[in-house]
């Protein structure tokens, strides 16, 4: 379910990206903290770490703190459900969150092999033992992924996730080698046109 030839092109990419990015990177920092000297209820760390499951195993996703501190204490490792409302983002996480940018620093956790460019999105440890309940258990076989074919299908009308995610299982399953990379590359491709329209990516 993690093929060597997608392993090294993961590893390459993701350096490479981080590499290429950095002077975004410094500019997102530059922003946090001018955020957080000016407006007082936006204080709190830069990066924060989520609980989730990669492969049936834990890890820490990393991101930039989108939320207010006070937000995300109630969050208790998953925030997603927070994001959605506006007015418990900072306003640098209101810019980070319609471009995606608050996920780039998982580009470390992709380097560590914790995850994958693509693959079914890390869920906390909880939801996916509720989904194993409901009888659907490809988390913990899989490696989770940046995006994946759930996240290309946002903005279309009755988009079932959990069926897409499959649908890329079954690919894995039938596919060997670098036929795995290419078939990524076209999601990753499609990532892009999503994140192009601004509109952010689903979990």
Not at 24 to 48: E, K, P, Q, S, W
Not at 129 to 156: F, I, P, S, W
């Amino acid at each position: 379910m993690y093929p060597r030839q997608k392993r090294i092109v993961d590893l390459v990419l993701a350096t490479t990206v981080l590499v290429l990015l950095s002077p975004l990177l410094l500019l997102i920092v530059t922003a946090f903290g001018l955020d957080t000297l000016v407006v007082r209820r936006d204080r709190g760390r830069l990066l924060y770490a989520e609980r989730r499951i990669s492969r049936g195993r834990e890890f820490s996703l990393l991101k930039f703190r989108t939320l207010r501190e006070d937000v995300l204490m109630r969050a208790a490792g998953h925030a997603r459900p927070y994001e959605r409302d506006v007015a418990n983002l900072t306003v640098a996480g209101r810019l980070l969150k319609r471009w995606y940018l608050d996920e780039l620093p998982q580009l470390f956790n992709i380097v560590r092999g914790d995850m994958s460019f693509v693959g079914p999105r890390p869920w906390p440890p909880e939801l996916v033992e509720q989904q194993v309940r409901d009888g659907v258990d490809y988390r913990n076989h899989v490696v989770a992924g940046l995006t994946g074919a759930a996240q290309v299908t946002k903005g279309v009308p009755e988009a079932r996730y959990a069926a897409s995610d499959l649908d890329y299982v079954r690919e894995l399953n039938t596919r060997r080698g670098w036929s795995v990379v290419a078939y990524d590359l076209r999601l990753m491709v499609r990532t892009l046109g999503v994140l192009a329209r601004g509109q952010g990516l689903a979990d």
